[in-house]
Structures are given as structure tokens and as C-alpha cells.
């Protein structure tokens, strides 16, 4: 091949792979144009067969993109194609980045780490619009500050841009300027302050994991033995105090002692009387929601403060009636005219745009999404309906997967029959979900297992831990980080059953372990 048109193609491989990291935390869109590109060039670069030799003689490439293999096995199980054929278009990066990656000349190291901070200023922009959301309109859910993409997707991509930051200070850091160096440092303190302002407690869980697992392996290397009894305290005081202010927060939000009828005052100061409910156990803060609670005086107190009807939805869709006696139940107040006049113009406007307790409006992040977890639970515990909340959802899908699982054991359902036999599943149970609700398994180990049986789960496994053996990546750092980041992903969500998910997985894990240039040959 001529040194020119060599060259050129090589510029379109490394402007692919740049495309594609700066899309994965972005945009969809561009993780599609980016995959093209990187195909297209693949072709058309010709040498097809000294590639294809070095994909195939990469067996560690060849397992990991057996994945896609799987889902194409599991065609004979199926009976829904159309959903089948959807299913496989999303999973294509399964097969395309280990093929293009692994059969493609190895990246310098240089060109390695631009790749890895195109990836980190997107996730910057994505970042810093989040900011500008947060500063510039209220926002009631944290989730709508990450517009671009889900904000699960989004909180792996932040998770890995501060693992990637972190290599770049401490373990790539020979021969880094100052300037580099404090913009580095800047970037990590940037997503850190993000993190504690959007409260994703998806980002929390996946970091909390990392540094868990930092300092079992830091135990097991260190030799002195009063740091290696430092990190032995410090793995056994994490959970310890990590239940106790669970437990603080869960006794703040039920701590309730329930009062004795005798010593309930049946009516307001202005003479209503006040509805003491005792059958309706829900409670905020330690305030019984039903207790002391006059819709008549609170229906008039609200109309004359505000031109959203009392028994209608509020800004976010929520009933006007429901957020103001929560609010008025967790700032300890009745709910009667006194309780109204309690409240100012601001907390009005609150109301209206759903803030339903008042630690919404207090506190750190953390606090405020427990405090909402709380009251999903719950909720669910007293009604057995968990729709529209997503940690108790969680709990119906898994429970759902296993039921279906335990009855396709060893084949699965198929490729494109998951959505049918969920849905069968929920009609069969007559689940409290309601339809639009009803989803699949939200924990990639279980919809491998439905899909594809106990087979298709030892190979799935197989797919993702032997490549990585093979390739010597749990001794390296970068590969490390992200194989945990992956793999903590997969239990709350079935990271790879969407785009940006499979996206996110099948470049890291291509990158890490078959895109860089090695001292040895291919394993």
C-alpha cells in the first residue's frame, strides 16, 4: 500500500476511535457515525484477510466478541424476529470493536491518552451543561441534568473519566508540565462537585465499589505491616459506618411512636374537625401523613394562595392535594389552616413544583434521594404497587427474571422473545406494575440468564472474564477500573441491552486490552 494512502487511513482509524470516546457520554447520533466510520475505513484500508488472521489469531478478541455470537444462537429459540433483529442492531458493537480494534496496527502511547481526553472533555461538556441546567431552571429530578443520554450511561462515563483522571496524575504522570497537572486536578475536583450536586447514586454505588476494591488489593500488596493494618481498618470501619448513617436516616424518616385516641384534639382551633386516619400508616420524618389533617380548611388555605386548583396536578404532574400534605407532614405541622399560614410564599412554590418534603430543600444530595427512597419503599410496602419507582421496580423485575429463568433453565428464551415473556409473566401474576411500567430484568446477569439459559450464562461470563485473563488486564490499572466499573453496572442495570450501554462496554474493553501496542505477541 502506498505510504500516503497508508497514512490517510490511519488518520481515519485514530479520527474514529477519537469520534467515538467523545461520543459515548453525548450523543447516539455520533457513537453511530463514529462506528461507521471506523468500519468503513476498516474496508476499504484492504490487507481484508491479514486483519481477519490477526482478529482470529487474537483469541482473547475472538471469545469477547462470542457474545454477539450468542445472541445469534439464540435465534433458534425465538418467535418474535422483528424484535430480535432490533436487538441485534443495538448489540453490533459487540462484534465491530474487537474486530476493527484487534485487527488493526496497536496505538502508541500517545495516541492512546489523546483518545482517553477526547473522552474526558466530552464528558466535561456533558458536565458543564449539567451545571448550567441546575444554575439557570429549578429542577425536581436530578436526571433531567444529563439531556444528552441516560443518566444511568451518563454516571459510567463520569465514573471513568475520574478513573481515567487518576491514571493520568498519579500512574502516567512522568514528564506531565504543572499546567498539566492542575488542569488534571481541576477537572477531578469539576466531576466530583458534579456528582455531589446531581446525588446519582448509581455514580456513588460503582465508586464506593472501586475504592472497595482498591483497598483489598493494597492490603494484600503492602509488606509494612502497620499500613497493611491500616487498610484492614479501614475495609472494616467502611460499612460499619456507612450502615450507621443509613440507620440514622432511616430512623429520622419512620421514627414514629404511635399516640394513644385519647390524646387526639378532634378538632381545629376554628372549630373543623380534624380527620385522624389510624388504619393509614404512612409517615415522613416521624409524622403520621393521616393524623390531624382538615381538608377543608387546607383546600381553602391553598386556593387563596395559589391559582392551581387544590385537586389538581402541579407543574410536574404530581396532585397538588398529595405534595401538600406531605410537605406540611414532614415540616411537623396539622394540616388545617394554621399549617397554611405556616407556610411561606417560597415553600408555595415549592408545592407547585412537587417538592413534597421539606429536606428536599436542605441537606446534601444523598440525604434527599434516600429520604425519597424511603418513601418509595414505603409506599410499596403499604400498597404492593412500586410503579414509577425505580429501586422498588428493580425489586419486581428481578423477582420476575428469576421466576421466568427457573422456568427456561438451560435454553433461555431466545434473542427476541424477552419483552414477550415478561409481558406474559405480569398478565400471569396479575402484577400491581402498571403497563407502562412493566420492563425487563434492569440487571444484565439475569437477562443473559432469561435470555439464554444457564449455558448461555457460563459463556457470557466466560466472554467477559477469560479474554481478560489471556490478556494479563486485571495487572493493569486502566482495564482493571474499568472491568469493575462494568461489571458493578450489570447488577442494577442491563447495561447492553441499549446503545450507549453496549457502546460504552464494547470500546473499553476493546481499547484496554486489544487496542494498545504490547511488548509480547498476540495471546
Given at each position: 500500500m502506498p505510504l500516503l494512502k497508508q497514512e490517510y487511513h490511519r488518520a481515519c482509524y485514530l479520527g474514529g476511535l477519537c469520534l467515538l470516546a467523545a461520543s459515548i457520554p453525548l450523543s447516539r447520533y455520533l457513537m453511530s457515525i463514529a462506528q461507521w466510520v471506523l468500519l468503513i475505513n476498516f474496508l476499504l484500508e484492504g490487507d481484508l484477510w491479514g486483519k481477519f488472521r490477526r482478529f482470529t489469531g487474537n483469541r482473547a478478541a475472538l471469545l469477547f466478541s462470542s457474545i454477539y455470537l450468542l445472541h445469534l444462537t439464540g435465534l433458534f429459540f425465538t418467535t418474535d424476529f422483528d424484535y430480535a433483529m432490533k436487538d441485534l442492531r443495538t448489540k453490533i458493537p459487540l462484534a465491530l470493536l474487537p474486530l476493527v480494534i484487534s485487527g488493526s496496527a496497536g496505538l502508541t502511547g500517545k495516541w492512546f491518552t489523546r483518545i482517553l481526553w477526547c473522552f474526558v472533555a466530552a464528558v466535561l461538556a456533558g458536565t458543564l451543561t449539567g451545571f448550567y441546567i441546575w444554575l439557570s431552571q429549578p429542577v425536581s429530578d436530578t436526571r433531567d441534568l444529563s439531556p444528552f443520554i441516560s443518566h444511568i450511561r451518563f454516571s459510567l462515563s463520569l465514573c471513568m473519566a475520574i478513573v481515567i483522571l487518576i491514571w493520568l496524575l498519579f500512574v502516567n504522570s512522568d514528564g506531565k508540565r504543572q499546567w498539566q497537572q492542575l488542569a488534571g486536578w481541576s477537572l477531578l475536583l469539576c466531576f466530583l462537585v458534579y456528582?455531589?450536586?446531581?446525588?446519582?447514586?448509581?455514580?456513588?454505588?460503582?465508586?464506593?465499589g472501586l475504592f472497595l476494591v482498591w483497598l483489598v488489593v493494597q492490603t494484600a500488596r503492602v509488606r509494612k505491616t502497620w499500613l497493611k493494618f491500616a487498610f484492614i481498618m479501614c475495609l472494616l470501619l467502611l460499612p460499619v459506618l456507612t450502615f450507621l448513617y443509613l440507620r440514622g436516616e432511616y430512623r429520622g424518616f419512620f421514627h414514629s411512636p404511635m399516640p394513644a385516641e385519647e390524646s387526639f384534639e378532634w378538632f381545629t382551633p376554628n372549630g373543623k374537625?380534624?380527620?385522624?386516619?389510624?388504619?393509614?400508616?404512612?409517615?415522613?420524618?416521624?409524622?403520621?401523613?393521616?393524623?390531624?389533617?382538615?381538608?377543608?380548611?387546607?383546600?381553602?388555605?391553598?386556593?387563596?394562595?395559589?391559582?392551581?386548583?387544590?385537586?389538581?396536578?402541579?407543574?410536574?404532574g404530581l396532585k397538588i392535594s398529595d405534595v401538600l400534605v406531605r410537605y406540611l407532614t414532614s415540616k411537623g405541622l396539622r394540616k388545617d389552616s394554621a399549617g397554611m399560614a405556616a407556610l411561606d410564599q417560597q415553600e408555595i412554590r415549592l408545592i407547585e413544583n412537587g417538592t413534597a418534603d421539606v429536606e428536599e430543600t436542605r441537606g446534601s444530595p444523598v440525604h434527599k434521594r434516600l429520604r425519597k427512597i424511603f418513601w418509595e419503599y414505603q409506599n410499596y410496602m403499604i400498597s404492593g404497587d412500586p410503579s414509577g419507582h425505580s429501586v422498588m421496580m428493580r425489586l419486581e423485575y428481578w423477582k420476575a427474571s428469576l421466576a421466568i429463568f427457573s422456568e427456561n433453565l438451560w435454553t433461555g428464551v431466545g434473542t427476541g422473545d424477552m419483552n414477550l415473556v415478561f409481558d406474559q409473566y405480569y398478565e400471569q401474576v396479575n402484577s400491581r406494575l402498571k403497563p407502562e411500567w412493566r420492563r425487563r430484568s434492569h440487571n444484565q446477569f439475569l437477562s443473559v440468564a432469561v435470555g439464554f439459559g444457564i449455558a448461555g450464562l457460563i459463556w457470557f461470563l466466560a466472554a467477559l472474564f477469560l479474554p481478560a485473563i489471556w490478556r494479563g488486564g486485571f495487572r493493569d490499572y486502566l482495564f482493571t477500573a474499568f472491568f469493575v466499573v462494568m461489571m458493578l453496572s450489570f447488577l442494577p442495570e442491563d447495561t447492553i441491552e441499549s446503545q450507549d450501554g453496549v457502546t460504552f462496554t464494547a470500546f473499553f474493553y476493546s481499547l484496554f486490552l486489544f487496542g494498545r501496542l504490547r511488548k509480547s505477541a498476540y495471546i
Open positions: 456528582l455531589y450536586v446531581s446525588a446519582y447514586f448509581t455514580a456513588y454505588y460503582i465508586l464506593s374537625p380534624y380527620l385522624h386516619d389510624t388504619a393509614r400508616k404512612e409517615v415522613i420524618s416521624g409524622n403520621r401523613l393521616f393524623y390531624y389533617y382538615c381538608k377543608e380548611e387546607l383546600a381553602a388555605g391553598w386556593e387563596k394562595r395559589s391559582n392551581i386548583p387544590f385537586d389538581s396536578a402541579g407543574r410536574t
